[in-house]
């Protein structure tokens, strides 16, 4: 059974502080991505990584970068956080591009 | 044109009802597509996966396509509460886009009993 862990549910931190996202998949799975999820967006991607240290911008990269160091492990980072950051995160993995991911419980981030 | 749309709802109905779900596609290249359930607090879990070419059953549950009109829906019969969650239906990317899944808004959906 695949599992995608998150290291925070909920995470309140301040404007212009750095962030760090943690992203666990227990499957070997090549392929792991970010996504923020905010009401009547969606799920928008905002980083995905294809193999270790390697990484494709999504389509809202802006912000943020990410890092993936070991193939279980993708973080994401948000260099100086900004309000309009406030949202839900979710991390997700698959074994193919393309193909169905499985995803986190989601970290619920909030910025003052 | 966004690659895929989705009404957000949110969609109330009674228990026992036939609920649908809709999404538009904007590229007739779509060869599958996906349909993912999302809980209050939790991350989405894919419910059914359909290629263009028909529909598909999975218990209460029927994915459908339409390509003439690029439209995808997701028929619940005899809902049940337990189906209150978000919908959310997802394409594969495509060309410089490879890769990626692009998801509608969601439909919020609340079964009463």
């Known amino acids: 059974d695949v599992k995608v862990t998150q290291s925070s549910r909920y995470l309140v931190k301040r404007t212009g502080e750095k962030v760090f996202l943690e992203c666990v998949q227990d499957?070997?799975?090549?392929?792991m991505f970010w996504y923020r999820q905010d009401p009547g967006l969606g799920l928008r991607l905002i980083y995905f990584s294809y193999d270790v240290k390697m990484k494709e911008k999504g389509d809202i990269p802006e912000g943020y970068s990410v890092s993936r160091e070991k193939k279980e492990r993708f973080s994401l980072i948000l260099e100086s956080a900004s309000t309009n950051q406030t949202s839900m995160y979710l991390c997700a993995s698959s074994l193919f591009l393309g193909g169905e991911q499985f995803f986190g419980p989601g970290t619920r981030l909030t910025v003052l | 044109q966004k690659e895929v749309e989705q009404d957000p709802g949110p969609l109330s109905v009674p228990e026992g009802a036939i609920v649908s779900l809709n999404c538009t596609y904007s590229?007739?290249?779509?060869?599958?597509f996906m349909w993912y359930r999302q809980y209050s607090r939790k991350g989405p879990e894919l419910l059914m996966y359909t290629y263009s070419s028909g529909n598909k059953e999975d218990g209460r549950f029927t994915a459908q396509v339409d390509k003439s009109s690029k439209y995808i829906s997701l028929f619940i019969r005899d809902s049940q509460p337990s189906d209150s969650a978000t919908y959310l239906c997802?394409?594969?990317?495509?060309?410089?886009?490879?890769?990626?899944?692009?998801f509608g808004q969601g439909t919020i959906l609340t079964v009463h009993p």
């Open positions: 997802a394409v594969p990317g495509w060309g410089t886009s490879y890769g990626k899944l692009t």
């Open positions: 499957m070997d799975h090549e392929n």
């Open positions: 590229n007739s290249a779509f060869q599958y």
